[in-house]
């Protein structure tokens, strides 16, 4: 048995020997990383089966042969390479990415482009930061019939010709960003079957005037300075699904294909809104796209038409010139389930909208998937009614940094016992109607009062309070919500007393009292299943340890520093700790003895030093107390016992 083992062993060991040193898949080098290595020209003893290379951030300026026909990824960017000798890339045939950014290509385009053209299989390039001209950028791209991907940002291209890529038909993705382009010539991009994401983005365009690219599902026209975004009305369906038009000088909502997929739109930082009214920026954009199609039919409403087939999902109109609220336009988008209106420049939002009869009756719209709005930093102090009625499946509204009042549930106000005094001339946001809303934000909106039932009928999830600083909260303000609740913020509003109350919250998980002027934990915590606390820069001494006990069963963390913390009344701390409850900022909690201030961790570290004198000063008062006590006790004695000798020895002179 052993003389037939033998052979074997020997054909195993011949098997592996030939395998290492032919370098056998199980030796083959993947990668090798010389990046950052102050090189000036490649490394000459370089495994030739390598995979991957990375000689980025380096000082190479030519580039020579290279013997590595298994390479897949060249990365040679941030060199100073200006030079490629013409068979520099012949042996590297199964190179497939190549990265040659933040280099000097734009000096000798002629020579180095001849080079990239013998990488027939190259299906990603990066020749970014270059310097690159129209013409150069078109000779780097002759025989690239595989390319897949090409990023070409931070050269100095001003104008895209429809020759551009004739011969990279198979690119599905191009990023052109921050160049000088002003131009595209028409069948630049239309011959490109494939391209799914195009960005142009920090480029000099002006006018989009008429959209073709039916196969593009990502289009980045961010950072440009676009007027208008026109596509003629045809029945192609396109696949636009994200398009961002952002950082622009749009005066007009963009007039999009009719047949389309867009699931969102970016329109941040424009100049929507400066035609003051809805109806004049509609018309506007009506006319402006008659003109451009040559359309002669009368009194069509292109914008609304195409709007109203959107299956848009969000929508960024921020950091515009809103002054009123586009309530026709919006409400036509029947998917939209976010929208974001935030730092715009409305004081209210009205319900000034167009009757299509004399009825006299004031015509309802409906947001009907809408779910996410927010409002945030457009000093509203009015929301109409009608406006939260169309608000009808709200979940998360965003007010902070307005000046809205809640007003106080209707219900309470009608009541004969009622005892609320209300200004019925005040303007105010009735919150209640919002049935569906989880997550309102009233963060910094100078509330002066927060009536009983405030949110009465809302199912509320979280309520930020916070920065409301003259503040006066109702003892019955959560009343409504209080069994729904799970995260309360009441943060910086100057909430002080020794006895703050709070109604018992059964599924409250975190709560925010930072930065008030509190002395004690509000009444009603020890219901609420608390997963954080935030109690920071408060006047707290010390902490109920009762409470504590019984907070500590979900307690994960609670953030304490910033009060004045007494050292030796501190056994909370030692229950949270070995009920391994998170302090994440002990380390900047101080606390006091007789003697000076130390940081939590300090004290903790030997208690007993820091209190001894402490429990020694209470022995000795507590004995000092007792000899006084004596003390006067003898003394009122003996002056008891004075005073009848005294009283005795008068009446025996007197007889």
């Known amino acids: 048995m052993v003389r037939h083992m033998f052979p074997n062993l020997l054909l195993v060991w011949s098997l592996s020997y030939d395998l290492y040193i032919t370098g056998g898949r199980c030796y083959t080098p993947k990668q090798n990383s010389w990046n950052n290595r102050n090189l000036s020209s490649v490394p000459e003893d370089l495994n030739a089966r390598l995979r991957r290379l990375d000689l980025s951030n380096n000082f190479i300026r030519k580039l020579h042969t290279l013997a590595l026909p298994y390479l897949e990824q060249l990365d040679l960017s941030s060199n100073q390479l200006d030079f490629i000798s013409e068979g520099a890339f012949e042996n590297l045939a199964r190179l497939e990415h190549l990265n040659l950014s933040r280099n000097g290509l734009n000096i000798n385009p002629g020579i180095n482009s001849k080079a990239l ?4 299989r190259l299906k990603s390039l990066d020749i970014s930061m270059n310097g690159l001209s129209n013409d150069a950028v078109e000779l780097y791209l002759r025989n690239k019939l595989s390319l897949d991907q090409l990023k070409m940002t931070g050269n100095s291209l001003t104008r895209l010709s429809h020759s551009l890529f004739r011969e990279s038909n198979s690119l599905r993705t191009i990023t052109i960003d921050d160049n000088l382009i002003s131009e595209i010539a028409t069948g630049t991009f239309e011959p490109l079957s494939r391209l799914e994401m195009l960005s142009l983005a920090k480029n000099n365009l002006v006018h989009i005037c008429d959209f073709k690219l039916h196969q593009v599902k990502y289009l980045n026209l961010s950072w440009n300075s676009v007027e208008f975004f026109v ?57 402006l796209y008659d003109e451009i199609v040559s359309e002669k039919v009368a009194m069509k409403n292109n914008l609304h038409a195409i709007w109203r087939l959107m299956p848009l999902f969000y929508i960024d109109l921020s950091y515009n010139h809103f002054t009123s609220f586009p309530l026709e336009t919006l409400s036509l988008l029947s998917s939209l389930e976010t929208l974001d209106f935030s730092y715009n420049c409305m004081q209210s939002i009205d319900w000034n909208i167009r009757n299509y009869n004399d009825s006299g009756h004031i015509r309802q719209l409906v947001f009907r998937s809408l779910k996410s709005l927010n409002l945030q930093s457009n000093g509203l102090v009015y929301i109409s009614p009608l406006f939260l009625n169309a608000l009808t499946q709200i979940e998360t509204l965003n007010l902070q940094d307005n000046s809205m009042q809640p007003c106080a ?16 001339n005040t303007s105010c946001a009735a919150f209640g109607k919002l049935r569906t809303l989880k997550h309102l934000n ?20 979280s309520l930020n309070l916070a920065k409301n600083q003259h503040m006066v909260m109702h003892e019955r303000a959560l009343e409504g919500v209080q069994t729904t609740l799970q995260s309360l913020m009441i943060s910086e509003i100057n909430m002080s007393g020794s006895h703050p109350s709070l109604p018992c919250m059964p599924v409250l998980t975190h709560l925010n009292i930072s930065n008030n002027h509190l002395n004690k934990m509000p009444s009603g915590l020890g219901c609420s299943p608390l997963k954080e606390i935030d109690m920071r820069n408060n006047a707290f001494m010390t902490l109920n340890n009762s409470l504590i006990h019984t907070l500590s069963v979900h307690l994960t963390s609670m953030f304490i520093s910033g009060n004045h913390f007494n050292c030796c009344d501190s056994g909370w701390v030692t229950v949270l700790r070995e009920m391994k409850i998170g302090l994440p900022d002990i380390n900047e909690t101080e606390c006091f003895t007789r003697v000076r201030n130390v940081t939590m961790t300090t004290y903790l570290t030997s208690p007993s030093s820091y209190c001894l004198f402490h429990k020694q000063a209470q022995e000795v008062h507590f004995v000092q107390m007792i000899v006084i006590v004596l003390f006067i006790t003898v003394l009122s004695a003996v002056l008891i016992v004075f005073s009848r000798k005294l009283c005795c020895s008068q009446r025996s002179f007197m007889v």
């Open 117 to 120: 053209q013998s990488l027939s």
């Open 231 to 287: 596509t003629h009305e045809n029945d192609m369906l396109y696949s636009l699904e994200i398009l961002d038009l952002s950082y622009n000088k749009l005066l007009f909502f963009p007039i999009v294909p009719k047949m389309n997929h867009l699931r969102y739109l970016y329109l941040q930082n424009n100049m929507l809104g400066t035609l003051k009214s809805e109806a004049a920026m509609v018309s506007e954009a009506n006319s």
């Open 409 to 424: 549930s209707t219900d309470k106000l009608s009541s004969p016992h009622s005892t609320v005094k209300m200004n019925p």
């Open 442 to 461: 009233l963060r910094e909106n100078d509330i002066k009062t927060l009536w009983p039932n405030a949110f009465l009928r809302t199912p509320l999830v």
